[in-house]
């Protein structure tokens, strides 16, 4: 993926349909969305408009029903499976809304997980991961289990597991949706200072107006389709 | 490798689950171990029965006795290099429990005929010139204690001396070891000639010939034509490869190999379901994880492997601490205090365990690990 400035993610035309059972749910059409390298865009929009999926489709973790999602000048969604799950792990972070780690690993090991489909050494990836947890301000924390953290210190390890691999882009869906205000506020601020230091592009879906400010723009998405404005 | 640690991890999250499991399938494997080496002792001698040697017995049973003359004769057929008889003396040694085979034979051609059979060169010339000498194998000698010089009274059941008196008295002279693992070393031999001369009755007779040819390719040929020879004579005779004579006296036991088997496979058929439940569990339980694992970048196959490494590592740590356990058990002696002729699991079984090991992984672990395999990243999340 080429640094620098122009678009990272150009997204054209767009569908995306789910069948459950005989019945044909329509969740994105024709959507267009061109995210520049480096932005920090929120996304929002009511439940069940399609956020998530949108995220999916930039992260390669789902393939649109039509259209193309180009990421980096890749065509992500001619790759295969195999590819494209290389792909995922070499340029994109993903933050969930429960952090989805795994509890029988301490936070250290989480951050590791996805150096493991790396070359890297056992001693590399510790220090990466260490480097990692420090950035989040996290390093007192390394061989606690999950279960021993709170929301917040969870997220930052979601957090640093997202960035240990060094993507371009983060994709983070409603990270702050599980925490109280100043938890939130704290990861709102973790997420802002590596766009702003580290460059990452961000992709965040939020259902918090407060949380949407500290982005450098905000989409709304609605009826399959995204728009600057909330329009009722 | 590097991968261990996550599968060992996610073994360790349901600790009494792992545990029951991995109790139950080193259960199954210390059992099919032991057992295998049951099944070896009656099977026993028939993985180092000669090719060349050939097992002469009286048409109608083992219990009927053949001529001594007939010695001779199968030595003049083409074909037949040399042939001992042995005879079944049936004798109780202090209590009947303490049971070990007792034959009477010719020295000389039988230890030619035998070479498995190791004794020390001034023990075979001491056997060869004591007519009340006899030799023990090793187990049998150091089951009861004997030495060299000891005087070993034997009751007889069958071959009762002239005059009625039941008490054989026997000079142990050597105590013989065997070249092989599987050399049955609990035999007590003595010699033909004393016992022909002393006992009651039947004069002349013996119990059945070991016969070795010339050319083991030819042995189907050989025993016909041995067959042939004695055949329309009162005593007719059914000639077979030693290795099929073993088999036949080890199935009139039953066929333990069968009843083995039987048990064998229940209990692996039991621990399939357990292990195998053990792994739908272990999947179901984490469709969101391994969904997390797929979207951070490891493929379905990946996802499917790290499935299928917990199976075999459970299987494989479970089958070879069974095995172990068997193989301790084993080296502890044998059930029945010493009767049983070899006592040991053969290196085929830990073959086959491992062969197991690796059926018990890929069975339990298969369908769980296609499952893991198929699963979509985005609807996995969504639960
Ligand atoms: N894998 C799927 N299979 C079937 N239907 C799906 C799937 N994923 C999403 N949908 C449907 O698509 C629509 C959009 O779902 P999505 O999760 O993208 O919404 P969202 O905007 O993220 O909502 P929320 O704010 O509640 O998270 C919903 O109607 C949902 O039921
Ligand atoms: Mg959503």
Redesign the pocket.
Known sequence: MTQGSGDLVQIKNVDKV?K?GSEE?H?LGGLDLTIPDGEFLALM?P???????LLNLIGGLDRPSQGSVEVGGENIDQLSDRRLAAWRARHVGLVFQFYNLMPVLTAQKNVELPLLLTHLSRAERKKRAAIALDIVGLSHRNHHFPRTLSGGEQQRVGIARAIVTDPTLLLCDEPTGDLDRKSGDEILDLLQALNREQGKTIVM?T?DIHAAARASRTLYLNKGRLSTELEE | MKYLYLVWSNLKRAKMRTSLTLLSIIVAFMLFGYLGAIKQAFNQGIDVAGLDRLIVRHKVSLIQLLPASYESQMEQIEGVDDAVHQTWFGGVYQKPSNFFAQLPVEPEEYLEMFPELLLTDEEKEAWFNTRTGAIAGRKTADRFGWKVGDRIPINATIWPRKGGERTWEFDLVGIYDGAEKGTDTTQFLFRFDYFDEARQNGQGLVGWYTVRIKDPERAAEVAAAIDSRFANSSSETKAEPEGAFLQGFANQVGDIGFIMMSIIAAVFFTILLVAGNTMAYAVRERTNELAVLKAIGFTDRGVMGLVLGESLVLAGLGGAVGLLLAWLLVSLGDPSNGSLPVFYIPARDFIIGTVLIAAVALVAGILPAMQAQRLRI??AL?R
């Open positions: 789910f459950r749910i969740v929009g439940s069940g408009s399609g956020k998530s999926t879906v259902h | 985005a609807d969504r």
